[in-house]
């Protein structure tokens, strides 16, 4: 699982507001991931037999 940029503490408070609102606008869903959002796409992987040899990409459509 690679996420893309996700709305953490960590991240948020390094941020400056006008940067957040900037890449808000780039990432096609409009906002941040969250980190129960990447919890979720790796549960997904877990579950699922199929998924090998392969990345998931949860980043809301945005790549850097």
Known sequence: VSPGVI???MVLAGMRPEI???LNK???IGRL???EEIALAC???VENDMMTATVLEPSGGLSL
Do not use: Q
């Open 26 to 28: 780039r990432i096609p």
């Open 7 to 9: 709305a953490t503490e």
């Open 43 to 45: 549960k997904f992987v």
């Open 20 to 22: 957040v609102e900037k």
């Open 33 to 35: 991931g969250t980190p």
